[in-house]
Each structure stands twice: as C-alpha cells, then as structure tokens.
C-alpha cells in the first residue's frame, strides 16, 4: 500500500504522478525514481501489469527529450531570401537558390580551355590556388571519343581571374598584350613563309636557266647530194638539213 512505501512523502512532495486507474495504482516521481502506490483491491495480474508498465516509464523517462529539429538554411546572393539547397551549391558550393541561377551568362558552364584563354589562367591557378576551383564532369559532345569536359562556373571564374590579375583593366591589358603577340608571332610565320617561297621560286628559276643549253655546232657535213648535217659540240645533238 501506498503508506508502507519508504519515501512516500517525498514523493508526494515532489509533485509528479501519474494516475493509472486501469492498473489500480499511481506512480509518483520521487528523485530520480518512480514510486508506484497499489491501490488496496490491486489483484497479481493488475500487478503484473503495473510492473511492466512500470518499466516502460522508466526507460521512456531515462531518455533525453528530442529537441526541436532545427535547420540551418542558407541565404541566395542574388535575391538575399533563405533556401535550403540548391544546383549550384551542390556541385559547386555557390550560394545561389535555384530560382536565380542564370545558366545562360552569370552562372554559365565553361569548358576548361576557355577559362584558361578568356581568363588567362593557368592550370596552377585552376587546381591549387585555395580555393581549389570545383568543376563537374561531362562527355564530349562532339565526340565521346575525345575525353570527358571539366566544367567550371563562369561567376567562380572570373572571380578567380580578378585575384590573379588584380582588376579588370589589368586582365584585359594583358588579353591585349596576348592579341598583338600573337599577331606579331603570325606575322613572323608569315614572312618567313614568303621568304622561303622566294627562295624556293629562286632557286627554281635558276634551276631552270641552268637546265637551258644552247648548241653550238662544228663545221657541217655533206652527207648527201643536198643533205648536210651538223654536230654540237657540247652534248653531240645533229641537226640534219638540206640545202637548194
């Protein structure tokens, strides 16, 4: 009964309990533990049960209360509103929502040989200057055969040209000074090919002229009534004629 429990007052003074009329008792909090009280008409069974109701509080009481679930939402550089994940921020780690993506300009994939000709920039600027730039892979459409694409977004880019070359007049300063050293290189291959084709039509035309031989003959012979016939001195060639 619930008078002979030890601690009964305790347990009445820490003012948890919990009414279990279908088992015939009250269970009240004392401390760190469960004090069950019988009620006086408890038969075996309904004690039974109470024991192993009993244990079920126990256990459910010893476990930790679940907190609320909380979530830590990112917020879009673009529209500045929060979201949860996103295109960019999966494959990239681009925190801009997927309503604000722009995949034709600002957000656009570029091959990596475009990078490095637009941006100059070099491989060691791409795969180790931290942030190492993130890249997704992709078949070659032109032909599967040549090599899977590394992808990189455009927006991380040029962010990244700007560190390297420090302002945008300085990258293109230098995309000119690229532009008229390459003129200067294709002007070069050029002349030199011209050269060479003068030299070749030269040296051809010399050929030519060495090639030409002009005969000159020895005295001519009568090798007939009105026949005569001449012989060069230099390669042997006659030359056969009649005279009136």
């Known amino acids: 009964a619930g008078g002979d429990l030890p601690g009964e007052d305790a347990a009445r003074s820490d003012g948890r ?3 279990e009329p ?5 269970l009240r909090g004392l ?3 469960i004090v069950v009280e019988l009620h006086p008409h408890s038969t075996p069974s309904s004690s039974l049960a109470i024991h192993l109701h009993f244990c079920q509080l126990e ?4 476990l930790p209360t679940a907190p ?4 830590d939402y990112l917020i879009c550089g673009d529209c500045g ?3 949860m994940d996103s295109y960019l921020m999966q494959h990239f780690d681009w925190a801009t929502c997927d309503n604000c993506r722009d995949a034709e300009d ?3 994939l570029i091959t990596r040989t475009e990078a490095k000709e637009e941006y100059l920039l070099k491989d060691c600027d791409l795969d180790k200057r931290e942030p190492v730039l993130r890249f997704i892979v992709k078949k070659n459409p032109h032909n599967p055969r040549w090599g899977d694409m590394k992808l990189y977004l455009k927006v991380q880019v040029i962010k990244r040209s700007l560190e390297v070359w420090g302002s945008e007049e300085s990258l293109q300063e230098a995309k000119e000074l690229r532009r008229d050293s390459r003129e200067k290189m294709k002007q070069k291959k050029f002349d030199k090919k011209v050269k060479e084709l003068r030299r070749a039509v ?5 050929k030519r002229a060495a090639s030409i031989h002009e005969h000159e003959y020895g005295p001519e012979e009568n090798i007939d009534e009105d026949t005569y016939k001449k012989t060069c001195t230099v390669c042997g060639h006659e030359l056969t004629y009649e005279k009136m």
């Open 59 to 62: 256990c459910a009481r010893a």
């Open 68 to 71: 609320g679930l909380q979530f």
């Open 202 to 206: 030269r040296s051809s035309l010399w």
């Open 22 to 26: 279908g088992l015939g008792a009250v």
């Open 81 to 83: 509103k929060e979201f």
């Open 17 to 19: 309990h919990w009414d």
């Open 106 to 108: 600002k957000h656009k």
């Open 31 to 33: 401390g760190e533990r």
